[in-house]
């Protein structure tokens, strides 16, 4: 597989290598040949939301099997978390080449193409830095697709202000001792273990951002509280209680002391990868937008030859091009080693965004159908409006750019 895309000297070759492009034909081989029979077999057990769930809001054991299977399926064939190093149990692919994978699978929409590659509950940068046994029990049963887990950061009172979390941490004798709630973590209430945040020093000794810890929990050591069911992520979230639970000192996870730290090196990733979702989302909803301008009649014409419809599928058009050129130039700056903490709060607040008026108009272009339970277009405005939440706000992501630029 692709380890860097080729590019001129001092610049993003905006051009798709010869391996990126056979990654991603193998992607559309991928989805065809193992995703799309699945889904086919589940019917409107996926697509219907009053079936997908159970009465608590969790998915349906078919529908928690065929994500399972897609998960296990992928990384089989190398592309689940092909992001990762060799070493880490991945195949070492730029962030330009993971960039491209994500929108690419994106343009396929809603369904279970979305865990073809890792998300939230897959392996990630922080997981990686497991050390010694932690790798062999926890990291590469992730990469493979058979175990997931989630990012116990989120709190009931505390969301972009993490560092003021009450969720502790304390040392007694060989083990730590956990104590507090979690709310809105992916993929906790199916998740083989999560990796959660607590305080193990004091913030007036460590600072803001010192002494926090991360420590690997597993399953049966939490307790699930009530789904937290955001609109166009449902059955995906959910409390999490910590009551004095106890770990081995081995189950820490980095540094003791310095996880906020840890994590705040890899937040352009997750920005990256939020970008690149929301690219190639815009690319299908645009594709949908223009074939139902064509073909919808009023008037005695194609609704498309009205300026009021085809002037938002151009404005659409425009700005995904233009957020796409950010996104791609962001994965080639990471790839050079930068850290680009300001470039990723840009692409994360420019493609959210762009995702989000897109997802409005194609639903304004289909006028009554855009709003039918037959259609995903109301689904798809919900899920463009949750994602210019997670991982940071608008506002936390302008917040940076004005730090980065020496006026806030």
């Known amino acids: 597989m692709a380890t860097q895309e080729a590019a001129p000297q001092g610049g993003v070759s905006f051009d798709t290598d010869e391996e990126t492009r056979l990654i991603l034909q ?40 065929a994500i399972q299977e897609v998960r296990r399926r992928s990384a089989e064939a190398g592309f689940y978390a092909m992001n990762l190093s060799e070493e880490d149990g991945g195949e070492g692919v730029s962030n330009v080449t993971w960039y491209r994978a994500i929108k690419h699978v994106a343009t396929n929409g809603p369904g279970l193409t979305e865990h073809v590659l890792a998300g939230p509950e897959g392996p990630k940068p922080l997981l990686a830095q497991a050390e010694g046994d932690q790798r062999e029990e926890y990291l590469y049963p992730v990469v493979r697709g058979q175990q997931s887990t989630g990012f116990g950061q989120t709190e009931p009172g505390v969301g972009s202000d993490s560092p003021n979390m009450s969720t502790t941490a304390e040392k007694d004798g060989d083990e730590w001792v956990l104590n507090g709630t979690k709310q809105w973590i992916t993929n906790a209430p199916y998740a083989d273990f999560l990796q959660i945040f607590a305080r193990t020093s004091p913030q007036e000794e460590m600072g803001r ?183 940071g706000t608008d506002e936390i992501q302008l917040n940076t750019i004005a730090k980065q630029l020496g006026v806030f």
């Open 26 to 65: 193998s992607l559309d081989d991928f989805v065809d040949q193992e995703v799309q029979p699945i889904e086919d077999d589940l019917g409107d057990t996926y697509t219907n939301k009053r079936k997908r769930h159970e009465d608590d809001g969790r998915y349906v054991p078919e529908v928690r099997e």
């Open 209 to 391: 951002y010192g002494g926090i810890s991360c420590f690997i929990v597993e399953a049966d050591e939490y307790e699930i509280g009530s789904m937290n069911n955001a609109v166009g992520f449902e059955g995906s979230q959910a409390e999490v209680h910590l009551d004095d639970v106890r770990v081995p000192e081995d189950r820490l996870l980095g540094t003791e002391d310095g996880a906020f730290y840890d994590a705040m090196e890899f937040l352009s990733l997750g920005r990256l990868e939020i970008g690149a979702r929301a690219m190639g989302h815009a690319e299908f909803l645009l594709d949908r937008a223009a074939q139902y301008a064509n073909d919808r009649e009023a008037f005695g014409r194609p609704i498309g030859k009205f300026q009021g419809v085809s002037h938002k599928i151009a404005e659409g058009k425009a700005k995904q091009y233009a957020a796409n050129a950010a996104g791609l130039r962001l994965a080639w700056e990471m790839d050079q080693g930068e850290q680009a903490i300001m470039e990723s709060s840009i692409v994360k607040y420019l493609c959210t965004n762009t995702l989000w008026e897109i997802a409005d108009d194609t639903v304004q272009v289909h006028g009554g159908n855009g709003l039918s339970e037959d259609n995903p277009y109301m689904a798809d405005l919900e899920m463009a409006r949750v994602l210019r939440i997670v991982e």
